[in-house]
């Protein structure tokens, strides 16, 4: 009797070890990498494709936001002053119709920082900004992004026209942006 219980338990743990082993031959892994986001790059003064437009960055440039505007619009008043990135855009309709380009979707970047655009100084460096471009026809305008000190290390602030940004247009399927270099401080 006792050799039939050595049989069962042989049989038992030899039917486990092929089960045990099947499960790692047809195993299947889940694919747990993120797919990669195709990037589409420019650089300044080159043309970058998007839907229905051509961008291309014609200056950018670093400077105390008081040498742009004597209205302060930037929060408390004892604050320091924030330097304003600039960023002049030339777009074109490259389409057969009416087109508004998606400014509040455009943002600035430099590492793991980024800031949407101001729009109280968008409008107040564009003042006759009419959000429609017409077929075959282009626009230029000033893009106003607010750099505070404290969104920033010392060392970085002390360097910051020499830092490198991106301005971002998409983000999905593709990434779609501009490479900026600081052209004056």
């Known amino acids: 009797m006792e050799n039939i219980h050595i049989v069962y338990i042989s049989i038992f743990l030899i039917l486990s070890m092929i089960c045990f082993v099947w499960k790692f031959v047809t195993y299947n892994p889940v694919h747990t990498e993120l797919s990669q986001t195709a990037i589409i790059r420019s650089y300044m003064?080159?043309?970058?494709?998007l839907d229905g437009f051509t961008v291309n960055a014609e200056d950018f440039k670093i400077c105390d936001a008081r040498d742009i505007t004597n209205e302060i619009c930037f929060g408390a008043k004892h604050s320091?002053?924030?330097?304003?990135a600039v960023v002049t855009l030339k777009i074109m309709n490259t389409t057969g119709n009416?087109?508004?380009?998606?400014?509040p979707s455009v943002t600035l970047e430099s590492g793991n920082w980024i800031q949407s655009l101001s729009m109280d100084l968008f409008f107040e460096l564009n003042k006759n900004f009419d959000s429609v471009i017409h077929p075959g026809r282009?626009?230029?305008?000033?893009?106003?992004?607010?750099?505070?000190?404290?969104?920033?290390?010392?060392?970085?602030?002390?360097?910051?026209s020499g830092r490198e940004f991106d301005i971002i247009f998409e983000l999905d399927p593709k990434k779609k942006f501009i490479s900026l270099k600081a052209m004056n401080i």
């Open 98 to 103: 009416k087109m508004y380009f998606d400014l």
């Open 80 to 84: 320091p002053v924030p330097k304003l």
């Open 138 to 160: 282009n626009i230029s305008i000033k893009v106003p992004y607010a750099l505070y000190e404290a969104q920033f290390s010392s060392k970085e602030w002390k360097n910051i």
């Open 45 to 49: 003064h080159q043309d970058l494709l």
